[in-house]
């Protein structure tokens, strides 16, 4: 995966090659790669420990990388700071959702980035019918009235609304860290439809996930993170859970640092 | 009705645009403990009836007008406490704050040759330095970290320290100045009264109709044409029924009519900005904001400037009452009063719920208790008694709506 993509094959969205971060003397994330592509879902599974969060806080810009190359479709770019991951597209949603209870569905989607005039005056109207246009195009219709405070709201309508958040600044990556993580089976079932959704209008979506079964159901491809490394990546259409979970419990590394290695792409 | 059917937008279903469907739905989130300002709007109720039914003295246009100046001072106080309580913070120095925007306005317009200044400019001057304090006591709150109430606590201590070492042996300073001392003493003409509650209805018409009009060109539901044209009527009736009084007697104070100004400003500052907006924000959850890209840093610092000038004005407004200064400036029940009139009004001690109006609700509540005892010839032991009373009630109320909210949610 180090040598330029081969005529035929998609470039990805969004690629990292080479990624490493330690914390003090431990090594966090060893030589990662990471794709995804336009219109997927990519699942990142491992086990705790295993690096997800700190890839993902990696490519968000909230951690710096201290080697590797990120790759915006198959542009070199750099991302010193969450402000040029928000301009390359990157949108995170974090599993404890940072939605304010004490605000309406309508201020929480505009949180921070309020449509306002030279007077700071906000322009409510505007800001209420675009995020009914966001939610209706998303087909979330549950939730009753986006005047409603969020405190009110069930957990799936929660993340349906902080998913519309992030998708909602013409994102083109969206990371999902845990989004099913406190549902039940109904409102499990409503944001990986929702997940699909965004896949189906072209996003990127990265899946986080510790629920093989969500995975399968709704994710194309899977990243498998073992210790810090690379321990495969597999169509979900070729394979099974039990070769997911050996590869999350006893993943060989599909590249070793120092090691001249080929083209590695998982066991298929 | 058919009118406002028509620019509904399709996401909500017309059906919630009723007169039924919008009382079921504020029921269901009074139930969910989202109470507002419902409480003291009904406690106000009683508490009138209760004195008016004890000594008929206590509705009279004297008595009115009196109570209208004697709350200018707190209520404007108040206001900055409600901006403090939204972010979950709380400032116990605006009391000897206020004293010190007095002292200020006191020395700087007192004619002895030095530095004499101009009423006006001496009230500036007041307010931008109590802003500054607010600046200074903010920054060890949001830049360091160290909890508002001990750096209040310790401005509480300081400026009291301040003011006494001010003024000194003289014990009281006198305020000459005719334009500060009209702050509080100035009581508008029957005719200007009647002209002012005119452009105050005229402006709450044109700020409904902009407001309908601008959400049905976005082709979003309007309010209700009922509730919209209830609330003019309310309004109107409310601005010119309380000039109306005050002119049986001295007429309408311009004290009060201050209150109603900066009021309608921070109500607007609080609501209709994104300043406003991110303080509930940071209130209600202050990681949220943070990634949201909001500087919380610089929304505490400046709600302290807020709740630093507005102890300011009040503090003006307390000095002019006296037309002096002395060393009491600031003390007394200035600082609980203000406080408790915020939390007696509606805004939560723990932060993001609350609404600017509350100031004038809860300071109605406490001004109108004290005057009551005072009218039926009771001691001020049973006033701070009932006074401690309500505000428990009040900050019960809290707890038990917020307790409410937390259990509806999710």
């Not at chain 1, 969060?53 to 198959?74: F, H, P, Q, R, W």
């Not at chain 1, 439809?193 to 996930?209: C, F, M, Y």
């Not at chain 2, 500052?269 to 610089?298: K, L, P, Q, W």
Request: aromatic share 8%.
């Amino acid at each position: 995966m180090a040598s330029p993509s081969p005529a035929g094959v998609v470039t990805p969205r969004l690629e990292t090659r080479g990624v490493s971060k330690s914390f003090g003397s431990v090594l966090a994330l060893d030589d990662v790669d990471f794709e995804v592509r336009a219109g997927e879902v990519m699942a990142l599974v491992g086990d705790n420990g295993a690096g997800k969060s700190t890839l993902i806080k990696c490519i968000a810009g909230i951690y710096a990388m201290d080697e590797g190359e990120v790759y915006s479709n198959g542009e070199k770019v750099t991302i010193h700071g969450p402000k040029d991951a928000s301009r390359l597209g990157i949108e995170v949603v974090y599993q404890d959702l940072a939605l304010c209870d004490n605000l309406d569905v309508v201020q929480n989607m505009y949180l921070g980035r309020e449509t306002h005039d030279i007077l700071f005056r906000l322009k409510e109207p505007e800001m209420e019918a675009r995020t009914g246009e966001v939610l209706k195009g998303l087909s979330v219709t549950s939730i009753r009235s986006i005047r409603q405070q969020v405190a009110s709201l069930s957990g799936g309508q929660r993340q349906s609304v902080a998913i519309g958040r992030a998708v909602m600044w013409n994102s083109r990556i969206v990371i999902l860290d845990e989004p099913t993580a406190a549902l039940g089976v109904a409102q499990t079932r409503q944001v990986l439809d929702l997940v699909r959704r965004l896949a189906e209008q072209g996003l990127a979506v990265v899946l986080i996930s510790h629920n093989l079964h969500d995975i399968f159901e709704a994710a194309d491809r899977i990243t498998v993170l073992r210790l810090g490394r690379n321990a495969a990546i597999f169509e979900r259409s070729q394979t099974t859970q039990q070769e997911v979970v050996h590869a999350i419990t006893a993943g060989i590394p599909t590249k070793v640092s120092g090691i001249d290695h080929t083209d590695t792409d998982a066991p298929a | 009705m058919t009118d406002a059917e028509l620019a509904i937008g399709d996401y909500v279903e017309p059906e919630e645009h009723g007169l039924g469907a919008i009382a079921r739905r504020r029921w269901e989130s009074w139930k969910a403990g989202d109470v507002g300002v419902m409480p003291v709007v009904v406690g106000l109720c009683v508490i009138t009836a209760f004195f008016y039914s004890q000594n008929s003295n206590f509705l009279t246009a004297g008595n009115f007008t009196n109570l209208m100046v004697q709350m200018a001072g707190v209520t404007t106080i108040a206001i900055g406490v409600v901006f403090v309580l939204l972010l979950g913070e709380i400032d116990l120095s605006i009391g000897y704050v206020s004293g010190i925007a007095g002292v200020v306005v006191a020395k700087l317009t007192f004619p002895d040759g030095s530095f004499e200044a101009k009423g006006i400019v001496a009230i500036v001057i007041a307010v931008i330095v109590t802003a500054l304090i607010g600046l200074f006591q903010g920054s060890f709150v949001a830049i360091i970290g160290v909890p508002s109430f001990v750096v209040t606590l310790a401005g509480l201590l300081f400026w009291q320290g301040v003011i006494l070492y001010s003024i000194g042996d003289q014990g009281v300073i006198v305020i000459d100045d005719s334009l500060v001392n009209n702050v509080s003493n100035y009581f508008f003409s029957d005719t200007a009264g009647y002209l002012i509650a005119a452009i105050a209805t005229g402006l709450f018409v044109l700020a409904s109709l902009l407001g309908v009009f601008s959400r049905r060109r976005h082709g979003i539901l309007t309010d209700n044409p009922v509730l919209v044209v209830l609330k003019l009527v309310g309004f109107a009736a409310i601005a010119f029924g309380a000039v109306y009084w005050a002119n049986q007697e001295r007429g309408f104070p311009v004290a009060f009519l201050l209150v109603i100004v900066l009021l309608v400003f921070w109500t607007w500052v609080a609501e209709r900005t994104t300043f406003g907006r991110h303080v509930y924000a940071v209130g209600g959850n202050a990681e949220a904001a943070r990634r949201a890209g909001i500087n919380v840093r610089n929304i505490r610092i400046f709600v302290f400037m807020i709740s630093g000038a507005m102890a300011g004005l009040g503090g003006v407004i307390f000095a002019s009452r006296l037309n002096s200064v002395d060393l009491n400036a600031g003390g007394g029940t200035i600082l609980l009063d203000a406080i408790a009139a915020a939390v007696i009004g509606g805004t939560s001690l723990f932060g993001g719920r609350g609404r600017v109006i509350s100031a004038l609700m809860g300071s109605l509540v406490i001004a109108t208790v004290a005057n009551g005892i005072d009218l039926l010839g009771y001691s001020s032991a049973i006033k701070f008694m009932v006074t401690g009373a309500i505000l428990l009630a009040a900050v019960t109320l809290d707890a038990v709506s917020r307790r409410r909210l937390e259990r509806a949610g999710r």
